[in-house]
């Protein structure tokens, strides 16, 4: 009784809180902005961002979601680069582009990061406890040693990731996750129904 009365409301904070989080409505801002898309990734390869840098572009990133057509409004794109270390906790990047990038050691503790795309990322040794990663893409990203303690992982996409040696996951999270045969799961954890 009392786990599905946790089920619940965490589905009904979920569901409010995107918006309350967002501060958008689906008439004025569609649905379509928050997914992941291609983005040109030779820019950032293998560059290491200051933290100074990386506050400049989380609050541009802040912008673009209260308005994404504002002047200075713009979608972190954080593609192939190397942001071990880098401090995200309790950050609003929700539909962040972290392709193919080094976060190894990184800290996204409590950040919203919901429909954020990490399809091929390296998440050695990440902190993402009690994150938001609602719809996230983790398309054959690698978790080494990461932290999952507690994070939010409704339809997160976990197709091919290795999640083999992840600290702090249980059944209740993957649960609610959508994973594929390739998707690798740590000791005494099995692969849920398929995800819809």
Not at 26 to 44: A, D, G, L, M, T
Not at 127 to 150: G, K, P, T, Y
């Amino acid at each position: 009784m009392i786990r599905i009365s946790v089920v619940i409301s965490s589905l009904l904070i979920l569901g409010f809180g995107t918006q309350i989080f967002f501060k958008i409505s689906e008439e004025k801002y569609p649905h379509s902005i928050f997914i992941p898309q291609e983005r040109s990734c030779s820019e950032n390869k293998n560059k290491k961002f200051s933290h100074d840098v990386i506050v400049q572009i989380k609050t541009a990133h802040a912008k673009w979601i209260e308005d994404p057509k504002g002047p200075d409004a713009s979608r972190a794109n954080f593609c192939e680069a190397d942001l071990s270390s880098a401090d995200f906790v309790m950050a609003m990047v929700a539909g962040t582009n972290f392709r193919k990038a080094t976060l190894q050691r990184a800290k996204l503790a409590r950040a919203n990061l919901t429909r954020a795309d990490f399809t091929e990322a390296r998440l050695y040794e990440a902190n993402l406890d009690n994150a938001m990663l609602h719809e996230a893409v983790f398309q054959d990203a690698e978790f080494d040693a990461a932290s999952l303690q507690d994070a939010m992982l409704y339809q997160a996409k976990l197709h091919g990731a290795d999640l083999s040696q992840v600290k702090g996951l249980n059944q209740y999270q993957i649960n609610m996750a959508c994973l594929d045969q390739h998707t690798k799961l740590p000791p005494g954890l099995s692969h849920p129904k398929r995800c819809s």
